[in-house]
């Protein structure tokens, strides 16, 4: 039988590794996945606790992309709908949940967490900013923003998750 060459071993011995890498992984992968899911399903959980929104029920709509769910509930005895929108910058994922009743279109509360894949000690300064949108329209939610200060580039996430909130209310409205 005839030699291979040396890099023809060599890519041999990749390729398996490869194979045997990717394997490894799919199998953690499988193994973490519902771990992973349940942390989100709980920080949510959490999440809309804090924006204080009764007895939320999921919206079974087609979504906008980056609109992660939709919810409708009841704010200060408002019918409101909720939406979970996330919005990926050079530096970290913004998780933003923005109500906005049903009625007149208006944010009565927002919420900004950061998911748990963050680096830690980056976005803390977000904890219970509304960033000057309560009350907001999607008419002028922008020139009603107020940026974080030090933050700007993960306050534009922010403001581009509220855009996409107000988009998926327009799409459910005009339903």
Same mark, same amino acid.
């Given at each position: 039988?005839?030699?291979?060459?040396?890099?023809?071993?060599?890519?041999?011995?990749?390729?398996?590794?490869?194979?045997?890498?990717?394997?490894?992984?799919?199998?953690?992968?499988?193994?973490?996945?519902?771990?992973?899911?349940?942390?989100?399903?709980?920080?949510?959980?959490?999440? *809309?606790? #804090? $924006?204080?929104? =009764?007895?939320? %029920? /999921?919206?079974?709509?087609?979504?906008?992309?980056?609109?992660?769910?939709?919810?409708?509930?009841?704010?200060?005895?408002?019918?409101?709908?909720?939406?979970?929108?996330?919005?990926?910058?050079?530096?970290?994922?913004?998780?933003? *949940?923005? #109500? $906005?009743?049903? =009625?007149?279109? %208006? /944010?009565?509360?927002?919420?900004?967490?950061?998911?748990?894949?963050?680096?830690?000690?980056?976005?803390?300064?977000?904890?219970?900013?509304?960033?000057?949108?309560?009350?907001?329209?999607?008419?002028?939610?922008?020139?009603?923003?107020?940026? #974080?200060?030090?933050?700007?580039?993960?306050?534009?996430?922010?403001?581009?998750?509220?855009?996409?909130?107000?988009?998926?209310?327009?799409?459910?409205?005009?339903?």
């Amino acid at each position: 039988m005839k030699k291979l060459p040396y890099p023809a071993y060599l890519a041999l011995f990749l390729g398996i590794l490869g194979i045997i890498s990717a394997g490894l992984l799919a199998g953690i992968n499988i193994l973490t996945a519902p771990a992973i899911k349940a942390n989100e399903e709980k920080k949510l959980a959490e999440q *809309l606790k #804090v $924006i204080e929104v =009764e007895s939320p %029920k /999921i919206l079974e709509v087609e979504l906008l992309e980056n609109v992660q769910s939709a919810y409708e509930g009841l704010y200060s005895g408002k019918e409101v709908y909720v939406f979970n929108v996330q919005n990926k910058n050079q530096y970290l994922t913004i998780q933003t *949940l923005v #109500v $906005i009743t049903k =009625e007149d279109g %208006k /944010i009565p509360n927002i919420s900004v967490g950061l998911p748990a894949t963050n680096p830690p000690g980056i976005g803390g300064s977000f904890e219970g900013v509304k960033f000057g949108l309560i009350d907001a329209t999607q008419e002028d939610y922008d020139s009603k923003f107020v940026e #974080v200060t030090g933050a700007t580039i993960s306050s534009n996430s922010v403001k581009a998750c509220v855009k996409l909130a107000f988009d998926q209310y327009k799409v459910i409205k005009e339903a």
